[in-house]
């Protein structure tokens, strides 16, 4: 009975050991720690992977602030753009002012998570992909995403008749939420027969 017993407590133990190495990455250990509030200094180690980013990706410009840090990784601002980095996908670069701010607006690698790829000319406008979603910029409208749930590149996204995205998502309380665009606005009320509303602009 007490060895039976014994093995259960060690299954016990081992179980959240063997699921942190599966939710863990293997090199996480040397994840530096952010600064804290009493030193304030960024880890040397992340400072010097900034640099030789930003040395070969000169368009970026001069460093317009200090590194950010989120529970996803950092984020260092630069006049043209931003270099983002995490344990997870190493470092990616935000290759234009509108899209890093946007991108910071929205909560940064914790809210649409990291660059995927880098950002490409559409007719009319640009738009840079990221683990959570696209960034669509118009000189017009400005950098905002479009959520995967709003039905607009079924309805032909910026080549469509609603175009680029001049706002982000906004809610508007009881389940309704609405989002406008060039040439239109799609917005949604959960309690209503159909789920999502679209208005054109006349």
């Known amino acids: ?32 720690a952010p600064p804290s509030s009493a030193n ?13 980013v930003r040395a070969k990706h000169p368009f970026l410009g001069a460093a317009s602030g200090s ?40 909560g940064g690698p914790d809210g649409i998570g990291l660059p995927t790829s ?3 000319k559409l007719k009319g406008g640009t738009i840079q992909s ?7 910029w118009s000189p017009k409208g400005g950098a905002h995403m479009v959520a995967s749930e709003i ?11 609603l ?12 389940n309704r939420w609405f989002q406008k665009f060039e040439g239109g606005m799609i917005y949604t009320d959960w309690f209503a027969r159909s789920p999502y509303k679209i208005v054109y602009k006349k």
Do not use: C, H
């Open 151 to 161: 039905p607009w590149k079924g309805l032909g996204g910026v080549k469509g008749r």
């Open 130 to 136: 990221f683990t959570i979603g696209d960034l669509y």
């Open 118 to 120: 880098a950002e490409t």
């Open 67 to 106: 590194v950010i840090w989120y529970s996803m990784g950092a984020v260092k601002t630069y006049k043209g753009g931003a270099i983002v980095w995490s344990i997870w996908f190493g470092t990616k670069i935000i290759t234009s002012a509108g899209m890093r701010d946007a991108y910071l607006r929205l």
């Open 40 to 52: 304030g200094k960024t880890p040397s180690q992340i400072d010097k992977t900034f640099a030789s």
């Open 163 to 174: 175009g680029y995205p001049t706002s982000d998502k906004i809610n508007n309380g009881a």
């Open 1 to 32: 009975m007490k060895r039976a017993a014994r093995k259960l407590v060690g299954v016990a133990l081992a179980v959240p050991i063997l699921l942190g190495g599966f939710a863990i990455p293997a090199d996480a250990a040397v994840l530096p």
